[in-house]
């Protein structure tokens, strides 16, 4: 069975540039997460999305969003992009959400963001 | 005040050494704890979970959580070279986000 997969797997960008990054879950997922990991903050959720809906929201500007498909694949987009967002974002795909997630995440290899 | 703390290290031990990695939280609603381990470049994976407290043990790993003091540890036995990569706790309740710790980077020397 195919893995989270996460495009592009780098990326380059300037500050004030929007960016939108793509995940396409383990076929069978309805869940999907997104977190964002820097050395210093560590990895730090972003938001979580089942059956096209944005369950749980973590603590970021409006500038980060989401969404989900119908075939539950997701993208995030960032806008007005500022240094700070250089980090590597994670995807996580799960069967639900609840307890269930805990057992059945998987992670993708992410997307290694540089905003110059 | 974080919700999950960890020592980033790094930990470096030589090989066959046996690690502890330790966690402490502070929500005592918390009612799932994992540990996932990251290699460079790659997304975590899922190494270990527990639901409540004491012991759990898969292969060369144990999983300890003691929610009386609100602490969460794995031990691995054995170190191998191949087990040099970041290892981040988390928590979980239900109906909210995983929580995951700074992650410690450990280095098991050959």
């Known amino acids: 069975k195919a893995g989270v997969t996460q495009t592009p797997r780098y990326l380059i960008k300037t500050r004030g540039q929007q960016v939108t990054l793509s995940c396409s879950p383990i076929?069978?997922?309805?869940?999907v997460s997104w977190y964002q990991q820097t050395p210093g903050q560590g990895l730090q959720f972003l938001f979580e999305?089942?059956?096209?809906?944005?369950?749980n929201k973590g603590n970021f500007p409006g500038r980060f969003s989401g969404r989900q498909f119908s075939n539950s694949r997701s993208e995030m987009n960032v806008s007005t992009l500022e240094l700070g967002d250089s980090a590597l974002y994670l995807c996580?795909?799960?069967?639900?959400?609840?307890?269930?997630?805990?057992?059945?995440?998987?992670f993708g290899p992410g997307t290694r963001l540089l905003v110059l | 005040q974080k919700e999950v703390e960890q020592d980033p290290g790094p930990l470096s031990v030589p090989e066959g050494a046996i690690v502890s990695l330790n966690c402490t939280y502070s929500n005592s609603a918390f009612q799932y704890f994992m540990w996932y381990r990251q290699y460079s470049r790659k997304g975590p994976e899922l190494l270990m979970y527990?639901?409540?407290?004491g012991n759990k043990e898969d292969g060369r790993f144990t999983a300890q959580v003691d929610k009386s003091s609100k602490y969460i540890s794995l031990f691995i036995r054995d170190s191998q070279p191949s087990d040099s990569a970041t290892y981040l706790c988390?928590?979980?309740?239900?109906?909210?986000?995983?929580?995951f710790g700074a992650g410690t980077i450990l280095r098991v020397k050959s």
């Open positions: 996580a795909s799960s069967l639900g959400i609840g307890a269930g997630r805990v057992k059945t995440q998987y």
């Open positions: 527990t639901y409540s407290s």
């Open positions: 999305y089942f059956s096209e809906t944005q369950r």
């Open positions: 988390a928590t979980y309740r239900y109906g909210n986000k995983l929580v």
């Open positions: 076929s069978g997922h309805r869940s």
